[in-house]
């Protein structure tokens, strides 16, 4: 089994800045992909990032050219740094490994990201 372990969490202001871990144990041979969601208050979980084993990225139109998405493979582990943080990024920000099918094979807990105006 995978295991995934996010932090870097917190509370900043409009503008600041945050670098979200997720470090990744277990069987992870079987990760071909991770990527990070993240669901605010009252709506669905919508992606932020991925990034495969190969350095392959993906952005949500909304964070691009303010999010990072990159990964230490010697850590096992992904990171997504949020620069110009707006309000309206809080939300609950999950990782997640992905196979070579294509298919989620775990989530993390859950970090809280909270940007006040």
């Known amino acids: 089994q995978v295991q995934l372990v996010e932090s870097g969490g917190g509370l900043v202001q409009a503008g600041g800045s945050l670098r979200l871990s997720c470090a990744a144990s277990g069987s992870i041979f079987s990760i071909n992909a991770m990527g990070w969601y993240r669901q605010a208050p009252g709506k669905q979980r919508e992606l932020v990032a991925t990034i495969t084993n190969g350095g392959s990225t993906e952005y949500a139109d909304s964070v691009k050219g303010r999010i990072t998405i990159s990964r230490d493979s010697a850590k096992n582990t992904v990171y997504l740094q949020m620069n110009s943080l707006k309000p309206e990024d809080t939300a609950v920000y999950y990782c997640?490994?992905?196979?070579?099918?294509?298919?989620?094979?775990?989530w993390g807990q859950g970090t809280q990201v909270t940007v006040s105006s």
């Open positions: 997640n490994a992905v196979d070579g099918y294509r298919r989620v094979i775990r």
